[in-house]
């Protein structure tokens, strides 16, 4: 099993559409989880980080459950800006907790 | 501004050279990582080094060498070695203890063999 999921996606899906990503993780030691954003030929970017109660940035939203060892997350009214690949990220567990585990990614793409 | 500087931006390898990537922060972050990426596909660890003259091997290691002199610098080298190493380089940095504020990462480094 790996040790980080995603759906590769892509998802395609039209201008002001909500999509949802998920991400499974192997490591229930694990304690820092991320989503971060990838633009073609570019290096990833923090969109935010994934707190216990779930957390909001705008139009974003992520949520944790630890008990299912599953991350999600949320997009509203999506943006023709928002066509990137999303990566998922858990730190490795509690005796290499600086390490972080990326995901494959999931490509969304919206269109007009 | 603080930031992680990779340089060259594009590098042309031809058979049985070795080159080194160039990777430097000014965050005062303890930890660097390198990463490679290749076309359509995760990251994938090379090393990563906490501290200064320390370093491990990640998932990748073999055909690449690393050093970390100063706190600030951490250079990969991909040696002849590495019989696939057209791919894009990414070098991130950490603090950490303070893991939960994630990496860092670089603008990275396309190699192509030529």
């Known amino acids: 099993r790996k040790e980080v999921e995603q759906d590769p996606g892509p998802f395609n899906v039209p201008e002001g559409a909500t999509v949802a990503f998920n991400c499974t993780y192997s490591?229930?030691?694990?304690?820092?989880f991320f989503w971060y954003r990838q633009d073609c030929r570019k290096e990833p970017k923090l969109l935010m980080s994934?707190?216990?109660s779930g957390n909001e940035d705008g139009r974003f939203t992520a949520q944790l459950n630890r008990a299912s060892q599953y991350i999600s997350l949320l997009i509203r009214d999506s943006k023709l800006s928002d066509s990137a690949t999303y990566l998922c990220v858990v730190n490795f567990g509690m005796d290499s907790s600086y390490k972080l585990i990326f995901g494959s990614g999931t490509r969304l793409l919206v269109r007009p | 501004d603080g930031g992680i500087t990779q340089s060259p931006k594009y590098l042309f390898r031809k058979e049985g050279q070795n080159v080194t990537l160039s990777c430097e922060q000014n965050?005062?972050?303890?930890?660097m990582y390198w990463y490679r990426q290749d076309p359509g596909q995760g990251l994938r660890l090379i090393y990563y080094s906490q501290i200064v003259n320390d370093f491990q091997k990640g998932d990748i290691a073999e055909g690449y060498s690393v050093s970390r002199e100063k706190k600030e610098s951490f250079p990969l080298t991909v040696t002849s070695a590495q019989k696939n190493p057209t791919a894009f380089y990414l070098c991130a940095s950490s603090r950490p203890q303070e893991i939960y504020y994630g990496y860092t990462f670089g603008s990275g480094t396309r190699l192509t063999v030529v």
């Open positions: 490591n229930s030691a694990s304690q820092s």
């Open positions: 965050l005062n972050h303890d930890a």
């Open positions: 994934v707190y216990s």
